[in-house]
Each structure stands twice: as C-alpha cells, then as structure tokens.
C-alpha cells in the first residue's frame, strides 16, 4: 500500500474560529475582574488652623477726681491769728534832764585807724661767727686709743674717722662712725672719746655752744711697739 504523495489541503472551519475567539474574551474578562482593584489617589490633607479668641485686658480704672483749688480752701481753711500789740507809753519831754559833764582826759595809747608815723625796727645785729671746738693740749695724749689685740696679733694698720658732737663743758655727748679699717679700731676709738676726750668747746662771740668736730685716728704697729 502506498502513502499519498502529495497531502490533502486543510479545509476552513468557521465554527472553530468562533470557539477560539469565544474562549479569548472570556480569558481577558476573566483576568480583568480576577486582578485588583486600583483606585486613584485620595484627596491631599490640608492643614486648616484656627484663631484662639483671646480675652481683651480690662479697661484701666479711671482716675480718681482731684479736688478743685476753692473745694480745698474750703475743707481746709486756714487761721489767721493776729496777736494784739501793746501799746508803747511815750514819756513826756519834762521827764528828761540834760547836764554837761567834762570828760576825763585820754590816759595811755589812742586805738585807732590813724596807724601814726612809720617807726623802722632797728636792724638786727650781724650773728657773729662760730669758732667750732678744739682740742684742750691738757687732754692731747689720751686721744689715742688702745691698740686693738686682735689687730695686734694680726700685724694690721688702722684708721678711723668719726665726727664727735661736743657739749658746752667740753665733752663727748655723741659719736658718729663716717670710716673705718675695721670694728676693732672703731670700738676702739668710740670707747676712747665717750671716756677720755676732752675739747675747749665751740664759742659765738663769748659763748660757748655745742657744735661738731670731724677727728681721724691712725693705728700704727710701729707705734704700738
């Protein structure tokens, strides 16, 4: 048996086109109720504010009614009080005598704005010059003191010099350090002329005063030996 060589033209069906075409719509209708449903965007919230009624302040009282001027003269009236004079008596004219009196004469100096004539003071005499104290040769040689024994042991020179203040009677009333080679011989020195110095004192004319004397000491170790 053979096969056909050549196959046989398909026929058009119209009843199949009509079954397919049915099945298509009622797969689109079935997926557009089946899917969800989307609704459109709501309406936007808008932010509405409303005006709180505040209470007004209450009106400030009135002030309070000043009194006029005649209403306060009224209420406060002011007294007057008027305090009677006595009369003053008047003597008569023939109660008064009149008698002339010398007066006494003006004893002493006059007071008043006549200053008189100008008397100059006589210049005062010229201050006489003063002759500053010296030393009393009866004393000479107690002014040097004793050589200090530390600066003896040491084989040490000295000089001293002090400024002394010497009274009316002659002595030492106070000494005063201005150099010195060391304490040794200033001790030295301040012990000698508070005990044993002695000065004719400083004089202004013819009489004597307290005045100051500048004295210099040399401590040698030839002269100690």
Same mark, same amino acid.
């Given at each position: 048996?053979?096969?056909?060589?050549?196959?046989?033209?398909?026929?058009?069906?119209?009843?199949?086109?009509?079954?397919?075409?049915?099945?298509?719509?009622?797969?689109?209708?079935?997926?557009?109720?089946?899917?969800?449903?989307?609704?459109?965007?709501?309406?936007?919230?808008?932010?509405?504010?409303?005006?709180?009624?505040?209470?007004? /302040? #209450?009106?400030?009282?009135?002030?309070? +009614? !000043?009194?006029? $001027?005649?209403?306060?003269? *009224?209420?406060? &009236?002011?007294?007057?009080?008027?305090?009677?004079?006595?009369?003053?008596?008047?003597?008569?004219?023939?109660?008064?005598?009149?008698?002339?009196?010398?007066?006494?004469?003006?004893?002493?100096?006059?007071?008043?704005?006549?200053?008189?004539?100008?008397?100059?003071?006589?210049?005062? /005499? #010229?201050?006489?010059?003063?002759?500053? +104290? !010296?030393?009393? $040769?009866?004393?000479?040689? *107690?002014?040097? &003191?004793?050589?200090?024994?530390?600066?003896?042991?040491?084989?040490?020179?000295?000089?001293?010099?002090?400024?002394?203040?010497?009274?009316?009677?002659?002595?030492?009333?106070?000494?005063?350090?201005?150099?010195?080679?060391?304490?040794?011989?200033?001790?030295?020195?301040?012990?000698?002329?508070?005990?044993?110095?002695?000065?004719? +004192?400083?004089?202004?004319?013819?009489?004597?005063?307290?005045?100051?004397?500048?004295?210099?000491?040399?401590?040698?170790?030839?002269?100690?030996?």
């Amino acid at each position: 048996m053979y096969a056909d060589r050549y196959p046989q033209p398909t026929r058009f069906n119209p009843g199949g086109l009509t079954a397919a075409v049915a099945i298509n719509v009622a797969l689109v209708a079935a997926l557009m109720f089946a899917g969800p449903k989307i609704l459109p965007d709501g309406p936007e919230h808008v932010l509405t504010t409303t005006n709180i009624p505040v209470d007004e /302040p #209450p009106p400030p009282e009135p002030p309070a +009614p !000043q009194p006029k $001027p005649h209403e306060m003269t *009224a209420s406060r &009236p002011m007294e007057q009080i008027t305090a009677p004079v006595p009369p003053i008596p008047i003597p008569s004219t023939s109660d008064f005598t009149t008698s002339v009196t010398e007066s006494p004469p003006v004893t002493g100096s006059i007071v008043g704005n006549d200053p008189g004539p100008l008397v100059e003071a006589p210049p005062a /005499p #010229p201050l006489l010059p003063l002759i500053g +104290p !010296q030393v009393d $040769p009866r004393y000479a040689d *107690a002014f040097q &003191p004793e050589y200090p024994a530390a600066e003896r042991r040491a084989n040490r020179d000295g000089r001293v010099t002090v400024r002394v203040l010497v009274g009316v009677d002659g002595r030492v009333k106070q000494i005063e350090r201005v150099t010195a080679t060391s304490d040794d011989f200033w001790k030295a020195t301040q012990q000698r002329a508070l005990r044993s110095w002695r000065f004719k +004192p400083a004089t202004r004319g013819s009489v004597p005063e307290e005045a100051w004397r500048t004295m210099t000491l040399t401590f040698r170790m030839e002269d100690a030996d």
